[in-house]
């Protein structure tokens, strides 16, 4: 294959590795996310008077996940405006 071929297949396979890391990232944060508030209103229905320790630990748990998607996000923008795989063929 040219050398214009193998940046092409690398720019096509990082396009979908970064939808795939964004996607996937999305989607296992709002199931997270949506599991956690189910489970913190079952529990503030059942035990009311334990309602504020839960909700500290609710949101401290938000920013956690919220975190590991937005990491998520930045190796992606990383792959997508400064591919290091682009270096490889540049030989």
């Excluded at 709002?30 to 209103?41: K, Q, Y």
């Amino acid at each position: 294959m040219e050398h214009v071929q193998y940046l092409a297949m690398i720019q096509a396979y990082t396009g979908i590795g970064i939808g795939l890391i964004i996607g996937l990232g999305a989607l296992g944060a709002c199931v997270g996310v949506g599991i956690m508030c189910s489970r913190f209103l079952e529990g503030a229905a059942r035990q009311p008077e334990l309602m504020p320790q839960l909700q500290a630990k609710v949101f401290l748990l938000l920013g956690l996940i919220d975190a590991s998607f937005i990491i998520g996000v930045g190796l992606a923008m990383m792959f997508a405006f400064s591919n290091p795989l682009l270096g490889v063929v540049a030989h």
